[in-house]
Structures are given as C-alpha cells and as structure tokens.
C-alpha cells in the first residue's frame, strides 16, 4: 500500500463524492502494526481525534484517582463530560488561538451544567433554558468559522448535564471545573508538541488539494469543458481556497523558524494561479487530429504535475530526500508551419514551462540540501494573510437584522430546540427528553443542503451506533465500556468535518454508554435513542422551512462582492507598481479576488437543494464563474508577465495598460458591449504572426482583447443575475469593503 493514499484520506472521485480509507487498494490489509509504522502519514484529523480521547481519558483517570471515594465515579463521569464539550473547541492551529477556542468553550460548558442543575426540577424554566442556550450559540456564528467549534459546547454539556441523576451543586461546579481545567491544560501541552506536524500535515493538506485541482482541471481540458467536468473543477476550487486559508494561518506565522515550508506554500499559491491559464485559448485547438493531439499533450503534462507533487507531499510527510525530481518531456505533435497552431503550440509550450517551474520550485524547496532562495515576503507582510484573532463585537451586531441568516438561523434553532423539549416531556419515553433536543440541535444547520444531509446520515448512523451498543451490551465488562467510551469520543471528534455518517455512530455510541455509566438504573435505552433520533430529524427538516434564509436572498451581495473583488484585481495586476509594495498589494488583491469567487460557488452549490421556486438563476451565475475565472487567469497572466519582461513591452505598451484596466472594470459593471466571440477567440489569423518568445507586444494586446470578452461576459451575467433577483441596480450604490478607485 502506497503511504501517500493514506496520508491523502478520503479522495473526490467525482463532484461531492468522496472514497474513505478503507475503499483504497490494500487498505483492507493494512495491520495495526502497520498504520502505527507509517505514522507520519497520518491525517491531521486523525492526530486531532487521538488527542482529544487520551485527553478525555486523562481527565476521567485523574478525576477518578484525586475525587472522594464515595464521588470518585460520578466525578470522573462529570469531569469527563465537560471535558468532552471543551474538547469541541480543540483544533489543529495556533496555540494561543487554539488555547482562547478552549477556554471560552470550556467556560461556556460549565455555564450550561450550572444552569441546569439549578433548573432541571421546574421544567417551564429549563425550556427556557434551553431556549436562550440555542439562540446564543447559533448567534456566535456571527463570527464565522472561528466560533462553530466553540458555538455547540454549552448546548452539548446542557444535554450531558440533563443525562446526570440530580446532584448537588458543589459536586457538579467542582467537578466540571477540574474536567475542564485539567482538559485545558492536555489542549496546551498536546498542542504544543504536535504544532510542528500539524504544520506540515497542513502544507501536505494544500499539495493535495493542489494535486486534485490540477487533475479536476486535467479532466476539464480533456473534456473539452463538459458540464460535470466544470463542476468539479468549481468545487474543487471553492474546497482549496479552505485548505489554502487554513495552511497560511498555521505556517506564515513561524516564516523566521521555518522558512522551508513558507517558501512551499507561496509556491503552490502561485501554482495555483498559473494553472488557471490551463484552459486559456484551447477555442483555438479545433479538433481535428492535430488539435485533439495537442489536447492530449495539455492533458498529460497536467497529470504528470499532478504526479510530481504527490511526490512533494510523500516527500514533505516522510521527512525524507526527494531526489532529483525529472518531469518527463511534452509529446507535442508536429504543426505544420503554415498552421497558425504552430504559433499557439508556442504559447501553450511557453505556459506550461511556467508551471513546471514552479512544480520544481517546490521540490527544491522541499530539498535541504540546497540553498534557499529569500522570501518574497517578509513576516510582517505575511501576517496580512493570516485570519485575524479576536472577537470583534462589530460582527456580532452586523448579524442583529432580521434578513441576517445569522439572527434567522438563531431564532430557529431557539423555537425548535424549546420546542423539541417539550415535545420530548409529553412522549411516552420522556425519561431522556435531552436526546430529542440534541438530535435537532446536531440535524438543524444554517442551510437547507447541510440540514439535508445531516438528516440522513444521522438517522443512518444512529441506528448502526445502536446496533453496535446492543452487540457490546452481550459482553457485561465495565473497563472494556469505558474504552469503547473513549474511543468512541476520539473517532467522533476526528471526523466530525470529514465524514459525519462516522461521526454519528460514534456519537450515539459515546451517548448511550456515558448516560449508561452516569445512571446506570436507566439501562441501555437504544430504542427510545433511535426514535428520538428519526423524531428530532424530523422536526429540525420542518423547522428549516421556518424563517428560511435562502440563497437567493444574499446572493446579490455576494455577486456584487466577487463583481468588486475582480475589480481591484484588475487594476492592482495591470496598474500596481513594480516594487515589492506593489507586488504585496497585487497579492492581497488577488486572494480577496479568489475568496469572493469561491464564496459564490459554495453558495450556488448549496442552493441545488433548495425548492426550485426559490433557486437563484444557475445559467447565468455559472457563466459569471466560468468567465470570472478566466478573467482571473488572463490577469494573472499579465501580472506573471510584467513581473518577468516588462522590459520588452517598452513604455508605449506599459502605458496602455492603465485605460484599458479602466475599460475591464466598466466591463464588469456590464457598461462594455461583448466583443464578437467569433472573431476575437476563434479566428486563427487573429493570431499574432511571431511567437510569443520572439515579440511579446502583439500576445499582449491579444491578451487583452480576449479578457476583454471575458470581462463583459462575466458583468453582464452579474448584471442579468442581479436584475433576476429583484435588485436595482439603476438606483443601488454598490456598498463593498473594497476600494475600486
């Protein structure tokens, strides 16, 4: 079994599809013995799972030893409860960051174990409880993805707390305090020293993705730009600006300790960039022999890149000496010289020798034996790609509106936990009216798509977590119960944002034993378990039509903040000055650019699942992506141009750059007409006469007439989008925190 098909996890084998460890070739057979071997190639969330259950572990073994004798078990279940709901906030990154997410959860978990143990008797007051709890976590959404892993903590503790038999107060305050104090202090040592492998493990993570992008666009160009194809290659792009985001905010920070994997990094970001122009001019291929030829040869050299840096990662995991890294030669076919193709095969050849480039660039930078070459950045400007910490109060009351779907989102989760609570007092099973309240609070989320797909797996998932518990109740052994326990809590831990049919067995395992060994005069309650689950998924699936906030009530700011974004783009790339502070600013243009984009493809994504009365117009978004990324290639091509021969265009060429920067943003205002395609794309003799190598000038006003046909079909499909969506954009001013002029 090849090390690397570990390391990578679950693969896309197509749009939205993922394959698991256990469906790859040999995995099937791959022993203990073995995994333990080849430990570095393990996933980050596999390392996040360990820790969090030998932290959990450690809680409930020290609690255990340290508490009364008489308390010593009702203890320990306390404190590993807590534990349990701080351990939701421990993540992969930055210690301090990470420390703070902890604390706050923590802090939060043992606000919600107090107030119910005070309330839990007068069951009028506990719904309200139970209300305000799930209003205010899904409200600390307003802070985006730094606050979901804190946001279910107290909503997770207030189920465990209704899970215990009434205890005093003393108990259950010292207990959860010293649960959560003790988990606290494993979250700081653990991180600390697996920071180094979850750097790496992150830099692996963005090869990866980097790999998959170029494969997904190998397929598109072979493909000829079919539909599923595209949507793949959208997908994967919204997946890798993620990936990308998390691998700056773990390894810019330490650029002065290791400057090795910086230097990666800002070589996959800009791999990232010239791979767009992949696609760029293949209207012009045909596809007679000689075109589908030179296809052909688009489509291996991308594969064999995609080879080269699954190489860089196994290289980047093992710790190991890549070697010489050979890229094998383009088979390009013999254009016969009359063809105006020769000159495009040129071009094409001129375009991927860029990516090999920095293909190389990456292995040699992987490559301690050779000297490396200075950052272009220094750390002061890297941190200006890092996600900012703290918790602004400003972005939890941009939320306090009601067409925020933040603030919709928390009232429906406030009516539909309150009333999933006492639903849960009036059934027949009301011994356990929590679970009815956590399976709504873990099946309802902020948009239908994820509801959807929480619903099923939960559903799924619990009842093969129950037949698992009826399995284990054969074997009457308590050591072996706790185990299981704390396993259950790692693997529910590691694969809650990988793969949640997983997550839902080992959290119904992880429920059923921890109510069980907390008051054991309940039994094993598996079929009230299983019915609470269908009846919560239920209830959460009705209450998303409840204050929905549909896609298409946001899109319009979305589309008119990608519309903004390529704006600055366009003129940071052609206009910025040819100085390091220049480059700096085209980079933070470029990555807002990237992220407004992949935002709107996430959101056309998730509206797929919703009525089709409501859906936003798909034709005329997609073309705005499509073409939006094309515009992004083409600029990125400038920029890589001007960067390395903007000597050769002379002042006359440079100074036509700045009006028809202009003209490209009027373009994406739709106040450009569209350039016949016809004629601009797919005229052969509107090639330039010379190659590119020899005269840059006329490929550069080439260039710029085909992004010109780029930019004004992607403003009038914004414009078409935002008509169709009832905005008006003859009396609305665009308001975007970017500054086009």
Not at 182 to 205: K, N
Not at 302 to 331: F, Q
Not at 618 to 628: I, R
């Amino acid at each position: 079994m090849n090390p690397r098909r570990l390391a990578a996890g679950p693969r896309r084998s197509g749009p939205g599809r993922q394959r698991g460890l256990l469906s790859l070739p040999g995995a099937r057979d791959a022993s203990l013995g073995w995994l333990v071997r080849h430990w570095r190639f393990w996933p980050v969330h596999w390392w996040n799972g360990l820790t969090v259950a030998l932290g959990v572990a450690m809680v409930q073994v020290v609690v255990s030893l340290l508490a009364p004798p008489s308390l010593s078990h009702i203890a320990s279940q306390l404190a590993m409860a807590c534990a349990i709901c701080a351990s939701m906030a421990d993540l992969p990154g930055k210690l301090s960051r990470n420390f703070k997410r902890v604390a706050l959860g923590g802090a939060l978990a043992l606000l919600a174990v107090v107030s119910v143990a005070l309330l839990r008797h007068h069951h009028g007051w506990m719904g309200l409880l139970v209300a305000v709890f799930a209003f205010c976590s899904a409200l600390m959404l307003s802070w985006g993805l730094r606050a979901s892993a804190v946001s279910f903590a107290p909503i997770l503790a207030m189920v465990f707390a209704l899970a215990w038999p009434p205890l005093p107060l003393p108990v259950v305050m010292s207990s959860g305090a010293a649960g959560i104090g003790l988990y606290l202090g494993w979250a700081l040592l653990s991180g600390a020293v697996l920071q180094r492998r979850f750097r790496r493990l992150a830099l692996a993570e963005a090869l990866r993705g980097l790999a998959q992008l170029l494969h997904a666009r190998a397929e598109l160009v072979g493909s000829g730009g079919a539909a599923h194809a595209m949507q793949d290659w959208l997908g994967n792009e919204a997946q890798l600006a993620e990936v990308l985001q998390t691998a700056r905010d773990q390894v810019f920070p330490h650029a002065e300790d290791d400057p090795r994997s910086v230097a990666v990094l800002l070589h996959v970001i800009e791999l990232r960039d010239l791979m767009l122009a992949s696609r760029l001019d293949l209207e012009l291929i045909g596809e007679d022999p000689v075109g589908q030829q030179l296809r052909r040869s688009l489509v291996e050299r991308l594969d064999s890149l995609t080879h080269a840096l699954e190489r860089c990662r196994d290289t980047l995991l093992s710790e190991r000496s890549l070697g010489a890294l050979v890229l094998p030669p383009v088979a390009w076919p013999s254009v016969p010289a009359q063809d105006p193709r020769a000159r495009l095969q040129a071009l094409l050849q001129d375009r991927l020798a860029h990516l090999d480039g920095e293909v190389l660039s990456i292995a040699r930078a992987l490559d301690g034996g050779l000297p490396l070459p200075p950052l272009p950045l220094d750390l002061a400007q890297l941190q200006q790609f890092v996600t900012p910490e703290g918790w602004p109060m400003g972005l939890l009351k941009a939320q306090l509106h009601l067409d925020s779907p933040v603030l919709r989102h928390a009232v429906r989760s406030l009516l539909a936990l309150s009333s999933a609570y006492y639903i849960a007092l009036a059934l027949p099973w009301s011994s356990h009216p929590h679970w009815l309240v956590l399976s709504v609070a873990v099946v309802l989320r902020g948009t239908l798509d994820q509801t959807l797909a929480r619903r099923n797996m939960r559903v799924l998932g619990t009842a093969i977590g129950c037949g698992l518990i009826l399995l284990l109740s054969q074997v009457q052994n308590l050591l072996l119960w706790i185990i299981v326990l704390q396993v259950a809590v790692g693997i529910g831990h590691a694969f809650i944002t990988r793969r949640y049919l997983i997550t839902a067995i080992a959290a119904t395992v992880m429920a059923l034993l921890q109510a069980h060994l907390a008051d054991p005069t309940h039994g094993v309650a598996v079929v009230e378990r299983l019915a609470d689950t269908v009846l919560g998924a239920a209830l959460a699936w009705a209450f998303s039509y409840v204050l929905p906030a549909w896609e298409r009530r946001h899109l319009p700011r979305s589309v008119k903040r990608a519309r903004s974004a390529l704006q600055l783009y366009v003129k940071k790339a052609m206009t910025a000055e040819l100085t390091p502070a220049g480059a700096l600013s085209q980079r933070l243009a470029r990555r807002q650019a990237y992220d407004a984009l992949a935002a709107l493809s996430a959101a056309l994504q998730r509206s797929a699942a919703e009525p089709r009365r409501v859906r936003p117009p798909l034709q005329d978004l997609n073309t705005m992506l499509d073409h939006g990324y094309r515009l992004m290639a083409h600029l990125s091509m400038m920029r890589q141009t001007l960067m390395r021969r903007a000597d050769e265009l002379g002042p006359e060429g440079l100074a036509e750059l700045p009006p028809y920067a202009r003209r490209l943003q009027r373009a994406l205002e739709g106040q450009e007409p569209v350039p016949p395609t016809l004629q601009t794309l797919q005229d052969w003799s509107l090639l330039p006469d010379v190659g590119p190598r020899e005269n840059l000038r006329p490929w550069m006003r080439r260039r710029l007439q085909v992004s010109m046909d780029d930019a004004a079909r992607a403003g009038q499909a914004a414009a078409s989008t935002l008509v169709a969506m009832g905005a008006e954009l003859a009396s609305e001013t665009v308001q975007s925190s970017i500054n086009v002029e």
